[in-house]
Each structure stands twice: as C-alpha cells, then as structure tokens.
C-alpha cells in the first residue's frame, strides 16, 4: 500500500525539505512503514545532506504496521516498539526522536504493555514524548487513565484524519481532546487530494494520488457540494498576490478549527508545498466559516442530538 504513495527519490525529498525549512516549518513527521523504512532513510538523509541542526526540528515517527514476516515484528508490542525504536533511529541518523507514535491500536496487546514500553524509550533518552495514531476516543481516554494512574510518561498527541470532507472526529475523538488537552495532528488534510478539486467541476485530473490509490474514503455526494462552496470563497481571495485555490480554503478551514494543533502536509512537489503552506494566511470570515459548517455538517446521531438537548438548561448560565 504505502508503495503507491510518494516515489520521490532523495535529490526531491532534498528539495522538499529545504524548502519546508526555509519557508519556517519545523516539524517532520514520518512512519517506518512508509516506504519499509525508505521514508525515514530519505528524511534522515535530507537533514544530514541539508546540515540541518537536530535541535532546529520536531521529529516525529510512527511504530505498528508490519516490519518483516515474523509475528514479532508488527504491532504494539515491547518486543516490536524497542526493536523498531532502534531501527528508526538508524534511518532517521539521530540519537533521539521527539515524538514517538502509536500508529493504530492493536487489539492483541494490551494497552499497559505499550505504554510501559513507549515510557521505557522516554527514560532511556531514546524518545522525547509519546502519542497515537488512528486511535478510537475510550481507546484513547482508557490509554490516559493508564498512564495517569502508572505515572507514565502522557499521552500528549493524537495523529488522525481529519477534513472538511470527513468530519467523522466530531462525533466523539475532538470533543475528548479538548477535554484532556491532547493535541490533534491531521494527516490527509486533503483526503488523498480529493479536496484539491481535481475531481470535481472544471478542474478535474488524473495528476493526483487517488488516480491511483483511492483513499481515504469520501462521501462524494456531500464531497462535490463542499467543494462547490469552496470555490464559491475561493473566487476573488488572494494570498501573496495569488489566487486562492479550493485547496489552500480546505487548509485554512482545518486551520480555523480550535482543536487542530498542526496540519500534515505531504507534497510531491515545491509548487505544491508551497501552495499549501500559504493557506497559513488565509483569513476565513464567520460567514465563510458558517457557510462551509452547513456544507459539511455531519448528519445527526446519538446520543449527540440527546446530549445537546439535554444540555440546554445550562446554555444561557455562566460558568
């Protein structure tokens, strides 16, 4: 799967890095899945090549998915995050990784052994902080209650899919962040370019990832009216001189939203890195805002519609 994704070779990834860090990017997030561990020796590579200093940088990578044909080498357990923690270091050609994650629950590990590994690595100075990845809301909150009551190192982050086309989070993960102060970094921001608008109305290409790797899925029926809205904002804004493009709207929605701690931006090229790192300076208006919330709003469910019912009794006191 993750072979359909990037195929840049190292002279790009140079390219790219530069000019993330160039432009005041400091955080780079990877995976040793991705590539089978190319990704990390790419990204690793670029920071020696480019002489960046380690300490200049947020480094994040991700353990679970299958490294190997052994039972031991996937998932959460010990064995696989102390084997792959040492194997990501070399990659990556650093002694310590900053943010060291979870990349998916695994049902056949118990969560107390992952995080007492995860709490091993921050003591023996291999990891700075910890946290997950594509993990449910009780999974999350259970893994809390754990290391708050083992006083292991916390859980400071959750890494999920998040977008204007795919607001699913809302339902129970967000509103758990928030109450625990857990930041949210959003992968996919685009839905695997879908929200590029290259599939739907004028534009529509095959340049794009899902021409060939279809994923993350996206209602298109509600998909193809939030990216007419879209466009509708779109037309007549400008940043740094430029048209806005449907896009860099979709990342300054995720940009406007309180829960959002950063967005991961996964180009293929400096016009594209470029393209999206400008939407950091858009500006949308409560109008703006208000007409792509009724856009995208996610259908009622329950016990959310019970909930907000019976919470209206306290709406108009003051805390």
């Given amino acids: 799967m993750w072979g359909l994704i990037g195929q840049l070779q190292q002279d790009e990834a140079d390219r790219l890095m530069g000019t993330a860090i160039d432009t005041g990017i400091n955080f780079i997030d990877t995976a040793n899945v991705y ?17 960046i200093k380690r300490e200049d940088i947020v480094l994040a990578t991700k353990v679970l998915g299958p490294m190997g044909a052994s039972p031991n080498t996937r998932g959460a357990s010990r064995v696989h995050i102390m084997n792959e923690c040492k194997a990501s270091l070399r990659r990556l050609q650093t002694d310590y990784i900053d943010l060291y994650q979870i990349h998916g629950f695994d049902p056949a ?18 990891v700075r902080y910890v946290g997950l990845s594509n993990w449910a809301a009780w999974q999350v909150m259970k ?7 083992r006083r292991l ?17 809302e339902r129970e993960v967000t509103p758990m962040l928030e109450s625990e102060q857990v930041g949210l970094m959003v992968w996919s921001p685009l839905a695997g370019g879908y929200l ?28 193809s009216k939030i990216i007419a809205t879209m466009r509708e904002i779109a037309v007549g804004k400008h940043v740094n ?41 858009i500006r949308l208006s409560e109008g703006e805002l208000t007409a792509l ?27």
Wanted: glycine share 10%; with cysteine; net charge negative.
């Fill in 109 to 126: 590990t118990p969560i107390v052994e992952t995080l007492e590994a995860l709490n091993t690595l921050v003591q023996q100075g291999h």
């Fill in 153 to 169: 190192c916390p859980i400071l982050s959750l890494q999920a899919h998040y977008t204007i086309a795919g607001r699913d989070l």
């Fill in 143 to 149: 893994a809390i209650g754990i290391a708050e009551s």
């Fill in 196 to 223: 590029s608008g290259k599939y739907e109305g004028p534009d529509v290409s095959g340049e794009n990832r899902r021409a060939k790797f279809d994923f993350p899925p996206v209602n298109r029926e509600r998909g």
């Fill in 35 to 51: 590539g089978a561990g190319a990704s990390e020796q790419f990204v690793g590579q670029s920071l020696q090549n480019l002489a």
């Fill in 241 to 281: 001189g430029k048209p806005v493009s449907v896009a860099q709207i979709a990342l300054a929605w995720l940009l406007h939203q309180p829960v959002v701690t950063s967005v991961i931006v996964g180009a293929k090229r400096v016009d594209q890195l470029m393209d999206n790192i400008q939407a950091a300076g």
């Fill in 293 to 319: 919330d009724d856009v995208s709003r996610l259908p009622e469910e329950y016990p959310g519609w019970m909930l907000q019912r019976q919470g209206e009794y306290r709406a108009h006191m003051k805390s």
